[in-house]
């Protein structure tokens, strides 16, 4: 007997026909003779709702009250759906993170795993029940309090629990087919991907596909869990994410990925000495702030500038932090900007093969696009561009690596 993990979000779990659905497909995969773990996400834009509803109460709300009520989300789709499956005459029970024996640290808002106790759940399945999680949350190691995993945690929650219980499969059930060259929102010749490695999906949902979470992608390449990423609305095909040899040609790029999530800061004119950077970083990193691009430009009379971007939603906060560092250091002045994008190109072809870079450049200059920042991996090349230039971008690079072609 076989045991699978799925995970549904909150798309596929919208409403109660949506619900109901997922309670199908939950028991077809259970006759064909296999244990089933189903995670869940909450409902819709549900966590959106809260969020929303907590800052029309307080600008800041405490990280623990919010991991409570953020929480509550994914236990309302995990009862609604084990209701659904035991009227359909599926036994089924409903465990929350803690319950599924998910532990975490104490970061609040953005807790990361530390391992998973898979007792409760494997008794459950020894007992002939399909087991559903509420995604995106866990607790402290001593119970005391209630933990969320971030924006995508779901997703990490369900490749966890696939890594600790050493599942057959774990299917990532979302409204897309699969891993797409673009989005197919963006780009209409976006070409769907049979397979892709781990390391350019990392790449790819690290840097703006939003088909998986990047976490989630991390935590299946360290464990060796393949991925299925399908659609929940019907059976077509989707991207099995893997370590083995991809299908698609070497030497060329494998997708275009953009995020419209960026913010940048620059601190002007601040002394050119050791120490420094330090001291701009340390504070946003005590605050849990992801620093992505960092660029400091040449020193000219001691002193430098120094740019670096974060995500809009964190801008606020990384102003508020790194304004007063700033002053302290005697840097001139700090500014931000709110409507920058990335863009990249990726593909491990792009190892050892030259040309990716310029064919790049040239692309987005042909298109009046200007470039603010650059910054590279091995398989990677990532623009900052303004954001009302996204849509031309993605289409321009997809046109240009022919990545409507499928396999060269």
């Known amino acids: ?238 991207t099995l994410i893997h370590g083995g040899a991809s299908m698609e040609a070497k030497n060329k790029v494998t997708g275009i990925a953009h995020d419209t999530n960026v913010a940048k800061v620059t601190v002007v004119g601040i002394p050119d000495r050791p120490g420094i950077a330090a001291a701009i970083f340390e504070p946003l990193t005590d605050a849990g702030i992801s620093v992505d691009t960092i660029v400091q430009n040449s020193s000219s009379q001691n002193l430098a500038d120094m740019t670096f971007t974060v995500a809009r939603s964190d801008l606020s906060e990384a102003m508020r932090l790194v304004s007063p560092v700033a002053s302290k250091l005697g840097a001139r002045h700090i500014v931000n900007d709110a409507t920058l994008a990335k863009v990249s190109i990726v593909g491990t072809g792009m190892v050892n093969n030259p040309g990716y870079a310029s064919r790049m450049f040239r692309t987005l200059a042909d298109k009046g696009v200007n470039i603010l920042l650059i910054t590279t991996s091995e398989i990677r090349i990532t623009c900052i561009i303004s954001e009302k230039n996204v849509k031309d971008a993605v289409n321009a690079l997809h046109q240009v690596f022919e990545l409507e072609k499928g396999e060269l």
């Open 1 to 238: 007997m076989k045991l699978i993990v799925q995970k549904y979000g909150g798309s596929s779990v919208a409403d109660a026909e949506k619900i109901i659905n997922v309670a199908r497909r939950a028991i077809k995969a259970k006759d064909k003779d296999n244990k089933v773990v189903v995670v869940v996400s909450a409902m819709g834009k549900t966590t959106d709702r809260l969020i929303e509803l907590a800052h029309r109460i307080t600008d800041k709300p405490v990280p623990r009250e919010m991991d409570i009520l953020l929480s509550t989300g994914e236990l309302v789709s995990s009862t609604l759906l084990t209701m659904a499956l035991e009227s359909m005459g599926a036994p089924a029970v409903s465990l929350s993170g803690a319950q599924a024996g998910i532990v975490t640290d104490t970061k609040h808002r953005r807790a990361s795993i530390l391992r998973v106790d898979t007792k409760r759940v494997q008794h459950e399945l020894d007992n002939g029940r399909i087991v559903i999680v509420a995604g995106f949350q866990g607790a402290t190691g001593d119970g005391s309090d209630i933990t969320t995993l971030g924006r995508g945690g779901s997703d990490t929650t369900a490749v966890a629990l696939a890594a600790a219980l050493n599942a057959d499969s774990c299917e990532i059930y979302t409204d897309v087919e699969g891993v797409y060259t673009a989005d197919p929102r963006v780009v209409s010749k976006a070409r769907k991907l049979p397979e892709i490695g781990y390391e350019e999906m990392l790449e790819m949902a690290y840097y703006g596909s939003k088909v998986m979470h990047s976490r989630a992608v991390e935590v299946g390449w360290i464990h060796k869990v393949p991925i299925l990423v399908a659609c929940s609305f019907n059976d077509a095909p989707g």
